[in-house]
């Protein structure tokens, strides 16, 4: 994996050049010249990079697969496309996002009252907002006053309790009534990680007999008119497309009943998201082309369309995942390599020394090519008996300090010698000579997922990619927490280069990380986000926009409700005015650590 699966996870979008990692557009900028570039201007600390030109290719991509698919089925129904808003609401994210859907009619999903109020503000006029999840009767109301705006929205039902509630919010306001959609329960489920959100027992949507009250409900009240669309969504970052043709008939054909029955207003099925991004860096994981998903959605609904003798309906879909994951990069400084400690010069030998610390300081200095897997392998075992010494009261603690030493110096002497002559002989005892990685984020707050559900998501180093990476490495967070680590995997292995960071720097890239990870991620510790910037492109110059610092601690403190006038108040009291002057700089920076080599700059 010496280019760490680029070819698999980036679309193109990054390459390998020279050693660095550099950005596929315009004057093709090296990460870490943009790295270094906001590091200059004194932001330290994590950083989230994120580069509008790709949710404009993402935005253009899907419209373009479905605009293919219409024309080569003749297909008579329109393509339209909502972002779920859920999935990044960031402004960074969003402003660009919706200025580059304009000329595509890109519309916004909205899941909850605040998301509602934010694509009510921001969303294109004329562009289509959907509303999904559970809503009460305050947040339909406010969904009656966006159609009064005049925005084109659709509050799609969750159950019939919603249906009473936009019936009332009609008889009891003058307010123009906006589109109502129906969300299917369907038999058949997704596959993937999240496919709970599908089938029969799943947490949304109305049963057939529901769906049939509800077009009751309307038809009584005199408002089958309003009733435009059906809507199913099976699950997020679906593997296989067969899921999604079996919830394409079944939604198809409940379509066509009800037009059939009489809902002529009905012209929309809006097929959800789930359109997959590649997080694996090892193996491809989705197993469809994403003409091919776009053609089957078109080629299932215009058969049942025919078959059942009513119009080809209007597709929308609602793909968030698809849309904003790579238009995020997450770079890290690396803060401490382990075995950086491990210094000839900390070596303390006695005059005379245990056997086995003789026995290893011999290795050390014999050590060659020859003998560097046999003396590797030797030292660990030597170290395993020296620490049960130690813990037996046999040695003391200098003792165990130098064998602690000088294993560590033989592992890396041997990766060394090894690393040209013998490096998948040196691959086959990864586990045991780990390096250990210490970065400066809080996996918490930047990659929820992998904390909470093991998401992979592709990592790898923004320079020395012309170097081969020796180290079986295991990545450590700064958080006072044991899960705030990436654990050394064998069967999906990160390598990683040997720096010396007093020397050099050293940044790794997580890439990917723009769908729901900002919102999801937690200020374990207080740490919260980290410096975010807009890496945009104008006249192939690149540009540095909105940079957004990581929050300050004493801002920190006040949004978890502390009254920070008191903490100044008390702090303050015991300290002389000078002491006092300094603490309150701090607070009025952010908690993540000013990077270690930085005293080389
Ligand atoms: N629409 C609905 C109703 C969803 O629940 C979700 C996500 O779960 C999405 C759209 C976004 O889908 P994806 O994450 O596949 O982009």
């Excluded at 403190?557 to 015991?574: A, V, W």
Aim: charge should be negative.
């Amino acid at each position: 994996l010496e280019n760490y699966g680029i070819d698999i996870w980036s679309d193109d979008n990054f390459f390998i050049e020279n050693g660095l990692a550099k950005i596929n557009y315009a004057s093709k900028p090296a990460l870490l010249d943009i790295v270094r570039d906001i590091r200059a201007q004194d932001f330290k600390g994590p950083l989230l990079l994120r580069f509008p030109h790709l949710t404009n290719k993402q935005i253009s991509k899907l419209f373009t697969l479905y605009e293919n698919a219409i024309k080569e089925y003749d297909y008579k129904g329109k393509f339209n496309a909502v972002f779920p808003l859920k999935v990044n609401q960031l402004p960074n994210f969003l402003l660009p996002l919706v200025k580059s859907g304009e000329e595509f009619g890109y519309g916004l999903e909205a899941g909850s009252k605040a998301e509602l109020i934010l694509a009510m503000t921001y969303n294109n006029y004329g562009s289509p907002i959907t509303i999904n999840g559970f809503k009460d009767k305050e947040m339909i109301h406010i969904a009656f006053i966006a159609k009064k705006m005049g925005h084109n929205i659709t509050i799609i039902i969750e159950g019939l309790t919603e249906l009473e509630m936009i019936l009332e919010v009609e008889k009891e306001t003058s307010l123009p009534t906006p589109n109502v959609g129906i969300r299917v329960r369907l038999f058949n489920s997704g596959g993937g990680a999240w496919a709970k959100s599908g089938g029969i027992d799943s947490k949304f949507g109305l049963s057939s007999t529901e769906i049939l009250e509800a077009y009751e409900l309307l038809k009584k009240n005199d408002l089958l008119h309003y009733l435009t669309m059906i809507h199913f969504h099976i699950g997020s970052a679906m593997t296989t497309i067969k899921p999604l043709k079996k919830a394409l008939k079944e939604s198809g054909h409940i379509y066509a009943e009800l037009k059939n029955l009489g809902a002529t207003n009905l012209s929309a099925i809006n097929i959800g998201g789930g359109l997959a991004v590649e997080y694996s860096q090892y193996q491809r994981t989705t197993q469809y082309h994403l003409q091919e998903f776009a053609n089957d959605v078109i080629f299932t609904l215009k058969n049942i369309a025919k078959q059942k003798g009513v119009e080809e309906p209007d597709i929308y879909t609602e793909s968030g995942r698809f849309i904003s994951a790579n238009s995020t990069v997450l770079i890290t400084p690396v803060l401490e390599l382990f075995s950086a400690e491990y210094e000839e010069n900390n070596l303390r030998l006695k005059e005379v020394n245990p056997p086995l610390i003789e026995e290893l300081n011999e290795l050390y200095e014999d050590i060659n090519i020859k003998t560097a897997l046999e003396y590797m392998h030797d030292s660990m075992d030597h170290l395993e008996s020296l620490l049960k010494l130690f813990d037996l009261g046999y040695i003391d603690l200098q003792d165990r300090s130098n064998a602690e030493i000088l294993a560590q110096l033989i592992i890396k002497k041997s990766i060394n010698l090894l690393e040209i002559e013998d490096y998948e002989e040196l691959k086959r005892i990864d586990n045991k000579i780990q390096e250990k990685y210490l970065l400066n984020f809080s996996i918490f707050q930047s990659l929820p997922d992998l904390w909470g559900i093991n998401q992979e998501f592709p990592i790898m180093p923004i320079s020395h990619l012309d170097k081969k990476p020796t180290r079986s490495a295991s990545l450590w967070d700064i958080t006072c927490d044991s899960d705030g680590e990436i654990e050394f995997n064998a069967k999906k292995p990160l390598y990683l280069h040997n720096v010396d960071l007093e020397k050099e720097e050293y940044y790794l890239a997580f890439f990917n990380v723009g769908a729901y990870q900002d919102t999801l991620g937690m200020k374990h510790n207080l740490f919260s986000h980290p410096t975010e910037v807009n890496v945009v492109f104008e006249n192939n110059e690149l540009k540095l926009e909105k940079i957004i610092e990581s929050q300050k601690i004493i801002d920190i403190l006040e949004d978890i409700d502390y009254d920070t006038g008191e903490i100044k108040n008390i702090l303050e009291k015991d300290l002389d005015r000078n002491t006092y002057e300094i603490l309150e700089k701090y607070l009025h920076e952010n908690s993540y650590l000013k990077t270690a080599w930085s005293y080389n700059e």
